[in-house]
Structure formats: C-alpha cells, structure tokens
C-alpha cells in the first residue's frame, strides 16, 4: 500500500509492503505514529509559520520595509459559526498589536472572484507593511500575537504568507 501524507507539493511519501495482518497493523500504527509525530513537530503544519521560515526572515535586509501577503481559506466544515467567530476575535486583536509594532494593513477584502487559479482557494487576502524584517520577528513572537495564531486556526483550514521586497515606488505611479 502506499500512502501520501500532506500536500502532494510538500509530500513525503511513504511505502508499506504488509505480508500479513499483524504486519499491516503495525504498518497501520507505524504510519500513524509517525505522522502524530510529525504533525507535534510542525513539520506538516500549513496554518502557522515554520521554525525554518522564522529564522529566514531574520535573513532578510534588516532596515528595508517588508509587506507580508497573507492568503486565508476558512475551515468550511464548521457550519455552527465557530470558524466565524474565531476570525473576528483574531481581526479585532490583531490590528492594535499591529499600530504598536508600526506595521500596518496595507489592504484586507474577502475574495469576491477569482480570476486566475483555482476557484475557492483563497476566501480572505490581505497584506501588511512592516518597517523591517526585525519588526516582523519581534510580532510575531509576542506572547499575544501567538495567542492569536491559536484562535486564526480553529477559522482557517489553510494559511499562505509571503514577504514581498516593498517595490511599491518602484513603479512609474509609484
């Protein structure tokens, strides 16, 4: 048997060659042991940034502004609200912890129609200016904005971010 674990782009993929029940069991529970494991480590987490990703934003040109480009797909399987509510209490919360580190929503909208890619990917998009890379770690190791995080992942069923170079004058109507 063989089995796919995360996203077919990230995937690991392991092979189970069972020669009788007992073994399939403990293929079973080997599997399953493994990806507990793996999913405690964050190592297939999507909704939350990785240890490796942290440490490169400290990489990064330490005095150039940065915006961060968030794509959010809610969890639609919670149908009695509860994804809803966790979004708005990470929106009210999030915003004044953003105004005292500086930063600032650049724009925010739910996805009215999508244009190119997959249909239903992304149902929230926002980006926000940072003044650096250093401000950026700073947010998001404070205390309350990682308590934040918890409740953005009982509303999200998948989470992109990226650090864009802000380019913005750049253009000739900068």
Not at 50 to 76: C, D, G, M, N
Request: some cysteine.
């Amino acid at each position: 048997m063989a089995f796919w674990l995360c996203r077919p782009q990230k995937a690991t993929f392991f092979q189970l060659v069972p020669h009788n029940r007992s073994e399939t069991l403990r293929g079973w529970l080997a599997l399953a042991a493994a990806w507990l494991f793996l999913s405690v480590m964050g190592l297939f987490d999507e909704i939350e940034p990785s240890l490796a990703a942290l440490q490169a934003i400290k990489k990064l040109p330490s005095e150039e502004p940065i915006i961060v480009l968030s794509l959010l797909r809610f969890r639609h399987d919670l149908a009695d609200g509860r994804a809803d509510a966790a979004w708005q209490t990470y929106q009210s919360g999030i915003g004044p912890i953003l105004h005292e580190y500086g930063a600032r929503r650049v724009t925010h909208g739910i996805v009215a129609l999508d244009l190119v890619g997959p249909a239903g990917q992304w149902d929230v998009v926002g980006a926000f200016w940072y003044p650096n890379p250093k401000v950026l770690w700073r947010f998001l190791s404070d205390e309350r904005v990682l308590d934040l995080i918890k409740v953005r992942r009982k509303a999200a069923d998948d989470v992109t971010m990226m650090i864009l170079k802000d380019q913005t004058h750049s253009f000739a109507d900068g």
